[in-house]
């Protein structure tokens, strides 16, 4: 079930700057019980929704690690993003129009503390199992630092301890393609779009890479030699994002995935690993170019109590999408000890 929570007093950000209010669009599945110990906090990766069993098929299910006749299960949207909760696209209370470009930055910590507020108002303040893959795994990682008795269990997919400068290059990539499309800067809803979905076709490279593109995309006929299956493939994902996503969103959420690091103002990523207390599952995939199996190593050395397990894929970072099977499998034996 959507629903929107409101926080009607300012809100400070990292970057020190202030929002006036704040929004916060979020989804649940299943009941809370009545001493609210059943609780399974997703937290969502770069352009998903909080509809978490829309954008990740064979979770939300009974018998799978999401199961809603099991857990009460939580997801919010992030802050900045363009479905529901503060961003780009949503009203600046001060001016009445929407923010766009004036959006300030926010950082991972900035989305955690948002989602935080949620918590309260839900009146839950421990959780079962918080769990994300890629930039939800940023927040989960963030949010069990910040908040070390917040959940039992902690699933960490396909993520990082930090931004890594091979995902921030990409991302900057992305970034200069966007501020190439003539429109970017234009106060409508449609500006930059073209450089999006441009920008979403970079990004695609890094999440599947050369074995997933091999596999699915091969060609099947050869009556010309400049017709490929993976022409198409590559302008329908970009035109797929530009029909749902707002291009200010997407600027501001690459930079916020760039600001990711658990070491800052804490000594270093591994003394903030060492302080994270709960029953931990960190799973990472073979073949992912943005974070191959050695970046999760730092994780899985510092976390106290910790578990690792590596899912053989082709399908790269997205793995975590495909894989369902192998990663329910891994998770629900996770979660029985």
């Not at 006036?20 to 989804?27: M, T």
């Not at 098929?57 to 919010?76: M, N, W």
């Not at 429109?183 to 890094?206: P, W």
Request: proline letters at 4%; one cysteine or more.
């Amino acid at each position: 079930m959507g629903n929107i929570f409101i926080y009607d007093k300012e809100f400070a950000l990292e970057c020190g700057e202030i929002l006036p209010s704040l929004k916060v669009a979020y989804h649940t599945f299943g009941r809370l019980n009545n001493d609210r110990s059943n609780v399974a906090w997703v937290c969502h990766a770069l352009t998903a929704n909080s509809d978490v069993a829309d954008w990740w098929p064979g979770t939300v299910e009974a018998g799978r690690f999401l199961a809603p006749d099991k857990y009460f299960v939580v997801c919010a949207n992030i802050l900045g993003s363009c479905y529901g909760t503060t961003g780009p696209a949503e009203i600046n209370p001060a001016t009445g129009e929407p923010w766009y470009g004036d959006f300030p930055k926010v950082t991972i910590r900035d989305m955690v503390r948002a989602h935080q507020l949620l918590a309260e108002h839900l009146g839950i303040s421990h959780a079962k199992l918080l769990i994300g893959s890629s930039m939800g795994g940023f927040q989960c990682l963030e949010w069990s630092v910040m908040q070390p008795d917040f959940a039992e269990n902690c699933v960490f997919i396909a993520t990082g301890a930090q931004a890594y400068p091979w995902g921030v290059a990409f991302n900057e990539s992305q970034r200069m393609t966007i501020e190439n499309d003539p429109t970017f800067g234009e106060r409508n809803e449609s500006a930059g779009l073209r450089g999006m979905a441009t920008a979403r076709s970079i990004a695609l490279l890094s999440y599947r890479g050369g074995k997933a593109y091999d596999k699915t995309q091969a060609d099947t006929t050869y009556d010309s030699p400049f017709q490929h299956r993976v022409l198409s493939y590559q302008r329908y994902q970009g035109e797929k994002l530009r029909r749902r996503f707002n291009a200010y969103s997407y600027y501001r959420l690459l930079q916020a995935y760039d600001s990711h690091n658990l070491g800052r103002g804490r000594d270093c990523v591994e003394k903030a690993l060492q302080s994270i207390k709960a029953h931990t599952l960190v799973v990472s995939i073979t073949s992912d170019l943005l974070f191959p199996p050695a970046d999760h190593q730092v994780i899985v050395e510092n976390i106290p109590n910790c578990q690792y397990h590596v899912i053989d894929s082709d399908f790269g970072h997205d793995g975590f999408l495909v894989e369902s099977e192998k990663l329910n499998n891994i998770i629900q034996d996770f979660l029985v000890d």
